[in-house]
């Protein structure tokens, strides 16, 4: 079972992938707080029924192109929770550390396309 995990520093943020199994980040990929353009936090997508939890999407540039994107899951502690304020939270990190760089970065709260 591989776990994302997201890393935030004061000027990159790291998208790492951990394995429970072997107890072992074995990926991850480091993005520059300047390359990230905006924040989306939604309903996950979903082709049939209801959304179970939120996500939040991370979109950066690549090699100063536009269209990149990660789309993380909160872990939910509580049933009746969905995760958005934990992802809610983490979206206004980011942003506060990308405004102390002297950017900023805009959150959307919208559905998520698949």
Do not use: W
């Amino acid at each position: 079972d591989v776990d994302v995990l997201l890393l935030l520093s004061n000027s990159a943020y790291y998208v790492a992938y951990y394995d429970d199994e072997i107890d072992k980040v074995n990926q991850y990929q480091r993005l520059s707080l300047e390359a990230l353009e905006k924040i989306e936090i939604g309903p996950e997508p979903t082709l049939f029924g209801k959304p179970k939890f939120s996500c939040m999407r991370l979109h950066y540039k690549y090699k100063e192109m536009s269209g990149y994107f990660h789309t993380l899951r909160a872990v939910v502690r509580n049933p009746e929770e969905d995760g958005k304020d934990t992802l809610q939270c983490i979206a206004e990190m980011l942003r506060i550390t990308k405004q102390a760089m002297g950017l900023d970065v805009p959150i959307i709260e919208k559905k998520l396309e698949r």
